[in-house]
């Protein structure tokens, strides 16, 4: 029963963490893709769109290689720590989120442009505003993308190394399990990260159904 707690706190524990380092990724993408003019947004934006669907393996890879010890970053020391999982999971998440919150500004700065430049607003001094209006939206995306950070496998399991304690989280624990054989343990923790995901997600619905 210790391990099985272990792997649900770990696992909130850097889904929320990667979750609040993509959504200051995400919403400042979203805003400069939104409210700015360069050569190359409509490429940015059509690159961010599609990244919303990752390969998580690949992912999982690409960080492997960069936090190995030889790699890059291999002098950091990130290779199969919950700190490498909370870099993966962010990854996949940042696109998502930014994509949600860019259509949001991007909708609202098209509404409302005229009155807020009848008021001296520039686009840089109408972020805020816009981040206000589209609070719902923005609350939206990323409950998306914190859904996508709690429920990944693949990134998780090639960087952290599903290590007993240490970065074994509910699904690699599940994986695990699963080939083990322990379909009591597998089912607890898959009931477990059910529960918590139709949770986020009655709240995503929530938050969206209702108008400003």
């Given at each position: 029963m210790g391990s099985l707690w272990e792997a649900v706190s770990l696992?909130?524990?850097?889904?929320?963490?990667?979750?609040?380092?993509?959504?200051?990724?995400?919403?400042?993408?979203?805003?400069?893709?939104?409210?700015?003019?360069?050569?190359?947004?409509?490429?940015?934006?059509?690159?961010?769109?599609?990244?919303?669907?990752?390969?998580?393996?690949?992912?999982?890879?690409?960080?492997?290689?960069?936090?190995?010890?030889?790699?890059?970053?291999?002098?950091l020391g990130l290779l199969f720590t919950p700190m490498a999982m909370v870099l993966a999971q962010a990854v996949l998440a940042t696109p998502i989120i930014a994509a949600l919150v860019h259509r949001a500004l991007e909708q609202r700065w098209a509404e409302f442009s005229g009155p807020l430049r009848v008021f001296g607003a520039t686009r840089l001094r109408a972020i805020p505003t816009l981040l206000a209006m589209s609070r719902r939206a923005i609350a939206t995306a990323i409950l998306a993308g914190f859904g996508r950070c709690l429920s990944e496998v693949g990134a998780v399991l090639i960087v952290g190394g599903n290590i007993a304690g240490h970065t074994r989280s509910m699904t690699t624990s599940i994986v695990l399990d699963t080939s083990m054989g322990d379909f009591t343990s597998a089912l607890a923790l898959g009931f477990i990260l059910i529960g918590i995901s139709l949770a986020v997600s009655a709240v995503g619905i929530s938050l969206g159904g209702h108008r400003l």
């Open positions: 696992s909130l524990w850097v889904s929320l963490s990667a979750t609040l380092i993509a959504a200051m990724l995400g919403i400042t993408l979203a805003a400069t893709l939104a409210l700015s003019e360069f050569r190359l947004r409509r490429a940015c934006v059509l690159a961010v769109n599609a990244m919303m669907g990752l390969p998580p393996v690949v992912i999982g890879l690409c960080l492997y290689l960069l936090l190995s010890h030889s790699g890059p970053l291999g002098w």
